[in-house]
């Protein structure tokens, strides 16, 4: 999907500054030109919400972060995030960082500090994040904390309302979505699917793929968001489309991840230096970031947790589910999927998803 951006040359000097006079140095020059555009009133692309048919009218930022004062019946969107993990906490701060108006809310407060400091507002539950905002972001750890804090006692469902959204983030399964998106839509607020893929640090520099599905208005109004936290997006149509999309994505990365590791382990066990394999990998067709990323500290036995290895478990358990759902065949996942349940048997699940190559280690050891 191609993003069009529309510049004013003019205000795009060799260094771009944001709202808060910092040169963007972490983002990429795409994402810079169009956060500068968001900011100059001279350009023709502004990311200022179009009415829809619910009415969910407001513009992106507040006012500070613009040089005019917007027409009278614009406000800044009030933003609120749900759930500050790995993933969730340096997504909301590129969301305030950016100078947009966000509440937050987690579990556990005291995650929520941190964002406080950089100018977040906070609520003591996600329906009063959701009455208090136009647009609700949930970013939790699996389909039962998903639906717990959309729909359980204080949710998130509980505070919305027509005009309205609520975009989930979370990796969940597509019937988890459908359930969720049942209970946001039936208060007349808009729901929207957006698993992420792209790890701690493409969340960090702003850099995630956003995997959307449910309503349209609501992606276009969201839009702005998404790309402050993204440097994609997907629309693929009907609840269940953008879960469906992330599971046969990770489905494939948890496969590669083992079968990484067993290539790691069998050349060490030959005589071979794995730092010579990796080398090796990252010049040819099987190249990938994850293998380069990965392998250097695989082959030192440190796994520094960017994705959890109870999540990558959890998404290969949801796949195999869908694939049983229409009949396919995934036999190398359903092995993988036993590697990762033997790693989690072993204290590994808050470990980095690369651990699993511990639960190879483990075997080998059986055996002799
Ligand atoms: N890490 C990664 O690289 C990526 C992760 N994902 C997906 O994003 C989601 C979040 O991942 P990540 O941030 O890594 O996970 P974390 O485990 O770091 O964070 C999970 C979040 O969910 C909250 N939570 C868990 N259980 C409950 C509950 N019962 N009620 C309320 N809140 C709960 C946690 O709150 P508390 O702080 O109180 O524990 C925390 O805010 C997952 O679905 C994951 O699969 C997607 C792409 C990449
Ligand atoms: O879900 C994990 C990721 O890296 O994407």
């Not at 382990?265 to 071979?272: A, C, F, I, R, T």
Request: net charge positive.
């Amino acid at each position: 999907m191609a993003k069009i951006l529309m510049l004013n040359s003019s205000c795009c000097s060799s260094q771009i500054l944001s709202p808060h006079k910092t040169t963007i140095s972490s983002l990429s020059l795409s994402k810079a030109m169009a956060m500068c555009s968001s900011f100059c009133p001279r350009t023709p692309f502004h990311p200022r919400a179009i009415k829809h048919q619910n009415s969910l009218q407001f513009k992106a930022f507040s006012t500070h972060a613009s040089s005019t004062s917007p027409p009278k019946d614009e406000t800044p969107a009030r933003i609120g995030f749900l759930g500050l993990g790995i993933m969730g906490s340096p997504m909301a701060q590129n969301l305030i960082k950016s100078g947009c108006d966000v509440t937050v809310w987690n579990r556990t407060k005291s995650k929520c500090d941190p964002l406080i400091s950089l100018g977040a507002k906070y609520k003591s539950s996600p329906e009063e994040v959701a009455a208090s905002c136009d647009v609700t972001f949930a970013m939790l750890a699996d389909p039962e904390s998903a639906v717990d804090v959309a729909c359980g006692k204080h949710g998130a469902a509980s505070g919305m309302s027509s005009g309205k959204g609520y975009v989930d983030v979370s990796t969940v399964d597509g019937a988890t979505s459908k359930l969720i998106s049942s209970q946001i839509r039936s208060t007349g607020a808009l729901f929207l699917e957006a698993p992420v893929s792209g790890s701690k640090k493409p969340a960090e520099d702003g850099q995630l793929i956003f995997l959307t599905a449910g309503d349209k208005s609501l992606y276009e109004t969201s839009a702005p968001f998404l790309d402050i936290m993204g440097k994609s997006r997907f629309y693929l149509g009907d609840v269940g489309n953008g879960a469906a999309m992330k599971l046969v994505v990770n489905m494939i990365m948890g496969s590669m991840m083992a079968s990484f590791s067993e290539g790691l382990l069998l050349s060490e066990k030959v005589g071979l230096d794995p730092s010579v394999l990796v080398e090796v990998i990252s010049q040819g067709a099987i190249s990938a970031p994850m293998y380069s990323m990965k392998g250097p500290s695989m082959v030192q036995s440190l796994y520094p947790t960017a994705f959890p290895l109870k999540h990558q478990q959890k998404d290969l358990r949801l796949a195999l589910g869908l694939a049983e759902s229409v009949s396919q065949p995934t036999p190398i996942a359903a092995a993988a999927n036993e590697l990762y349940k033997v790693a989690k048997s072993h204290g590994l699940s808050d470990q980095d998803f690369s651990a699993v190559i511990e639960a190879l280690k483990v075997r080998l050891q059986q055996r002799t």
